[in-house]
């Protein structure tokens, strides 16, 4: 008896096996035609003269940062012998007649506050790197955005003016927000 109730057991799971395979038909390939225009069409977007003014002031600013690559860290410097972050920055700013604070937490007072997302080139990223200062003590200038990657060029303590990613572990810990003045 044990022995029929096997074969039929496996007699079932063969045949339920087989009808699961359906047999399957394609019909045939479907083609559509687009019609092409022949007006000749720009992909890029139309940037207006304003925003192209702003662009090239950001570049301006940024290109005078980038001179200061490799000075050494000075707690207050605003020269080529040393500087600071906030140094950094108003330095930037002042070379293309842009008044702006001294110091970091005075400039993340100003400008527009705006969503990492939004970032572009020329905006301001604020942090706070002190574990028991309450307010913003670190500044960068964005010089670069490629997707959610971040650069900016500021003054550290240890390496002088550089330019880091906001994806690092650090700065993206201490991030407190964006700014742009532009």
Same mark, same amino acid.
Request: glycine content about 8%.
């Given at each position: 008896?044990l022995r029929?109730?096997?074969?039929?057991l496996?007699?079932?799971?063969l045949?339920?096996?087989?009808?699961?395979?359906?047999?399957?038909?394609?019909?045939k390939?479907?083609?559509?035609t687009?019609e092409g225009?022949?007006?000749?069409t720009?992909l890029t977007p139309?940037i207006?003269?304003k925003?192209?003014k702003?662009?090239?002031?950001a570049?301006?600013?940024?290109?005078?940062a980038?001179t200061?690559s490799?000075?050494?860290y000075?707690?207050g410097g605003?020269?080529?012998k040393g500087?600071?972050?906030s140094?950094l920055?108003?330095?930037?700013?002042?070379e293309?007649?842009?008044?702006f604070?001294?110091v970091s937490?005075?400039?993340?007072?100003?400008g527009k506050r705006i969503?990492?997302?939004?970032?572009? +080139?020329?905006?301001l990223?604020?942090? +706070?790197?002190s574990k028991r200062?309450k307010r913003i003590n670190?500044?960068?200038?964005?010089?670069?955005?490629?997707?959610d990657d971040? +650069?900016?060029?500021?003054s550290?303590?240890?390496?002088g003016?550089?330019?880091s990613?906001?994806?690092?572990?650090?700065w993206?810990?201490?991030f407190?927000?964006?700014?742009?003045?532009?």
């Open positions: 008896m029929k109730m096997m074969c039929l496996v007699t079932l799971c045949i339920g096996c087989g009808t699961s395979k359906r047999k399957r038909t394609y019909s390939t479907r083609t559509v687009v225009s022949s007006e000749e720009n139309k207006s003269k925003e192209e702003k662009n090239l002031k570049g301006e600013i940024i290109a005078t980038m200061f490799g000075t050494r000075q707690f605003t020269t080529r500087m600071d972050c140094g920055v108003f330095v930037s700013l002042k293309n007649e842009i008044s604070p001294r937490y005075q400039m993340a007072e100003k969503k990492v997302a939004d970032v572009r +080139k020329g905006d990223l604020f942090f +706070k790197t200062g670190h500044v960068g200038l964005v010089v670069d955005v490629q997707g971040i +650069k900016f060029i500021h550290t303590t240890s390496r003016v550089i330019v990613s906001l994806r690092e572990g650090f993206n810990y201490s407190v927000k964006a700014t742009r003045i532009l």
